[in-house]
T-cell receptor, first 110, second 114 residues
Framework: RKEVEQDPGPFNVPEGATVAFNCTYS??????FFWYRQDCRKEPKLLMS???SGNEDGRFTAQLNRASQYISLLIRDSKLSDSATYLC???????????FGQGTTLQVKP | DTEVTQTPKHLVMGMTNKKSLKCEQH?????MYWYKQKAKKPPELMFV???????INESVPSRFSPECPNSSLLNLHLHALQPEDSALYLC?????????????FGDGTRLSIL
């Protein structure tokens, strides 16, 4: 079993749609959780950290369920510019290591 | 614009060449990282430097040699690479405190081994 699992997609959605990505992690001792976005042939960029209380940044909402070892990302009112690969990232401890999921590809169509 | 700067952006080298990748950050971060990323795959951690000391080596072959001259700079020296080493090499940094915080990536060096 992979340490961080994501559905690779692709998710093809029309502009304005709401889309949700899920991610599960295997190490119950994991401490920090993030969503990164990566455009084709570019570097990963931090989208948001994920907290147990849930957090929202504009059209983006992230949730963490520690009991189920599950992380989600909700994107509302999708824009063409949201097309990218979304990486679920987990840190198993305080070593500085980040474990990346395989990424979920989103294509927003006009 | 990224706050982590990597040079060169592209590098083509033969298997017998020696070259170096460079990374610089001026955010006062004390942890720096090298990752390797192949097409359609997530980044794979290679090395972690914390307070200028190597803290993690993910069993990387010795043909890759990292160096951290000071808290702002991180180099990756390359020698006798193989074609399968062709990839995007990403540098990242983070504050380096006790808790794990998000890492900030440079835009990478795209390396091709002939």
């Amino acid at each position: 079993r992979k340490e961080v699992e994501q559905d690779p997609g692709p998710f093809n959605v029309p502009e304005g749609a709401t889309v949700a990505f899920n991610c599960t992690y295997s190490n119950s001792a994991s401490q920090s959780f993030f969503w990164y976005r990566q455009d084709c042939r570019k570097e990963p960029k931090l989208l948001m950290s994920v907290y147990s209380s849930g957090n929202e940044d504009g059209r983006f909402t992230a949730q963490l369920n520690r009991a189920s070892q599950y992380i989600s990302l909700l994107i509302r009112d999708s824009k063409l510019s949201d097309s990218a690969t979304y990486l679920c990232v987990v840190s198993p401890g305080n070593t500085g290591k980040l474990i990346f999921g395989q990424g979920t590809t989103l294509q927003v169509k006009p | 614009d990224t706050e982590v700067t990597q040079t060169p952006k592209h590098l083509v080298m033969g298997m017998t060449n020696k070259k170096s990748l460079k990374c610089e950050q001026h955010m006062g971060h004390r942890a720096m990282y090298w990752y390797k990323q192949k097409a359609k795959k997530p980044p794979e951690l290679m090395f972690v430097y914390s307070y200028e000391k190597l803290s993690i080596n993910e069993s990387v072959p010795s043909r890759f040699s990292p160096e951290c001259p000071n808290s702002s700079l991180l180099n990756l020296h390359l020698h006798a690479l193989q074609p399968e080493d062709s990839a995007l090499y990403l540098c990242a940094s983070s504050q380096g405190g006790g808790e794990v915080e998000a890492q900030h990536f440079g835009d990478g060096t795209r390396l091709s081994i002939l």
